[in-house]
């Protein structure tokens, strides 16, 4: 049989409401085998259950020592009935059996955490020999949630007690009245040794918890810093984190965007799988910071355009002659594309679109020469994005789906700028698209919870957010 150390960690005080995320946060609900995972993993392979392997009685001191139960005027010291006991000595952990983890959660309140496992005893036995026990344990310890001084949230153990399970004798002879002696002694000396343990894991799961709060760089943009907004939430099946983005340009400066006026709406958490919902608030400030920063504005020339798409007055004047006035057929163009204001993201019925407003420039292009200034376009993209998951961020690609464009102001040579939307569309497929895909590769970041990796997550786009679900 298997024991248990059952750890109860005293968490939040709430429970998660009605699955409402604010408009600006980041909303991460690690289901229960999560944690269990963390704790297993901090067992494995690491030196957390080496160092309680060692001596555990000795003749000489400790429990079994002189000022023990077997010195000078103890009860089972030299004269005592069981004086022979001197003979038990150098009892070592020589093996602890990998603890199997099992979480469960207590809502509003905190963790109950059992670890089974067994300790493996072999020491010299006092009618001589080699003797072999197993013991079973039981370790009991609370934990209260506190708030490190970096405003993380950290795992405080506050009390750790033991209760031995069954004792069985493996080999050796140990006679009967000596087994009080042995279980008196793992008595008071396993909550010394096993105790560490759990700090230790802890202290394990409380680097994890503290990654929550981290800087992520976005390249030449900025960067996001993740912290947590409130106290983590606790219910049945997972813990609630809310976490908070905030994102600096590159030289620090805050950067606020408009913040959609609804909060999300997450949907219900599925049993054995955790969630993070990416507030619409992050997308749109990404593409802010690619506006502010220049990076949607672009001039085309003919050398960035493929031979198949036409870029001269001629197929200009094919479209709309009104448009060239005196300019001669056969001179080359430059579009000039400006976005002068931050585009909106739209998250909603499964679907994610992005709308650019750009201004456009037609002007005769001479390479050794300065540009004509033809006419002037008021213009919206519209571009779907598909979205791809990874470990670290959200990986946007971008499509056209349509343009649309008008006359800027009245000019001499009016026309139906209407005509020009398909053959606009063309050289933005092939030009401008390609590039907002390479400035975009700085991805959505998300923050890091427990280690879990949501490269293949399942993505839900729902209004003003995208979930991601990973099973555990």
Known sequence: MLGVWSLLLLWGLATPGQGLLETVGTLARIDKDELGKAIQNSLIGGPILENVLGTVTSVNQGLLGSGGLLGGGGLLGYGGIFGVVKELSGLKIEELTLPKVSVRLL?????????????????????????????????????????????TPILILKRCSTLLGHISLLSGL??????????????????????????????????????????????????????????PLISNQY?????????????????????????????????????????????????????????????????LVPSNVPLTTTDLAALVPEALGKLHPGQQLLLSLRVKEVPTVMLQNKKATVS?????????????????ALFELNGVMTLNVQLAPSATKLHLSLSLEGL?????????????????????????????????????????????????????????????????TVAS
């Open 404 to 468: 649309r464009v008008k006359l800027a102001s009245p000019s001499a040579h009016a026309f139906d700028a209407s005509h020009l939307e398909e053959w606009l569309s063309d050289v933005v497929r092939v030009t401008y698209v390609p590039k907002l895909n390479v400035d975009l590769d700085v991805g959505i970041p998300l923050p890091k919870v427990l280690n879990v990796n949501f490269a293949n997550a399942a993505l839900e786009i729902i209004e003003n957010g995208v979930v991601l």
């Open 174 to 231: 140990l006679p009967a009245p000596l087994f009080g002696v042995v279980e008196q002694t793992l008595f008071k000396v396993l909550p010394g040794l096993l105790c560490p343990v759990v700090d230790s894991v802890l202290g394990v799961v409380n680097e994890l918890l503290g990654a929550v709060l981290s800087l992520v760089p976005l390249k030449a943009l900025g960067y996001v810093e993740f912290s947590l907004a409130t106290l």
């Open 107 to 151: 809502p509003g309140f905190g963790v109950q955490l059992q670890l089974h496992t067994k300790v493996g005893l072999h020491g010299s036995g006092p009618l001589g020999g080699l003797l072999q026990l197993a013991a079973e344990v039981n370790v009991s310890s609370r934990v209260a949630l506190g708030v490190s001084a970096r405003g």
């Open 239 to 303: 813990i609630e984190l809310d976490i908070n983005p905030i994102v600096k340009n590159i030289a620090g400066d805050v950067i606020d965007f408009p913040k959609p006026p609804k909060p999300v709406k997450v949907p219900p958490k599925e049993d054995h799988t955790s969630q993070v919902t990416v507030p619409l608030y992050l997308f749109n400030t990404v593409f802010g910071l690619l506006q502010t920063n220049g990076a949607l504005d672009i001039d085309i020339t003919p050398e």
């Open 356 to 372: 650019i407003p750009a201004n456009i420039h037609v002007l005769s292009y001479l390479p050794s020469g300065t540009p004509e």
